[in-house]
């Protein structure tokens, strides 16, 4: 890993105990709660996709969720940039992060395997 990477698992590390940190002090009940799961910078960190946990929300409060968290990135970059005293904030990208989801189906299909295996024997 060379000096750059490193600078920019830094700053994902720090966006990912910053930005929920941020949403607590918004009075919006759709978007104070959420939980950041990931967050991946690009290479010169001037970008940041955020991955948030859907658990608990369906199609619709996910969309107006993502409608309100477009409204208030300026409001999130002033604070990452007031609180770290950094010149620059990168631009943020929500998106719901499905990966728990998909891992869920995997453990239930390796268990229905193990049953259907357990069942032959």
């Known amino acids: 890993m060379n000096q750059a990477e490193i600078k920019r698992k830094r700053t994902e590390s720090l966006l990912r105990e910053l930005i929920p940190e941020a949403l607590a002090t918004l009075e919006d009940g759709r978007i104070n709660a959420l939980s950041v799961t990931e967050v991946l ?30 409204k208030v990135s300026g409001y999130l970059k002033t604070y990452i940039k007031e ?16 990966e728990l989801d998909r891992i869920s189906r995997i453990d239930t299909l390796f268990k229905k395997i193990e049953k259907e295996i357990g069942d032959e024997s």
């Open 41 to 70: 910078c690009s290479r010169g960190r001037y970008d940041a996709r955020v991955f948030l946990d859907p658990t608990g929300l369906d199609e619709r409060e996910q969309a107006e969720a993502l409608k309100q968290l477009r």
């Open 83 to 98: 609180s770290e005293g950094w010149y620059k904030a990168p631009n943020f990208t929500f998106e719901f992060d499905d």
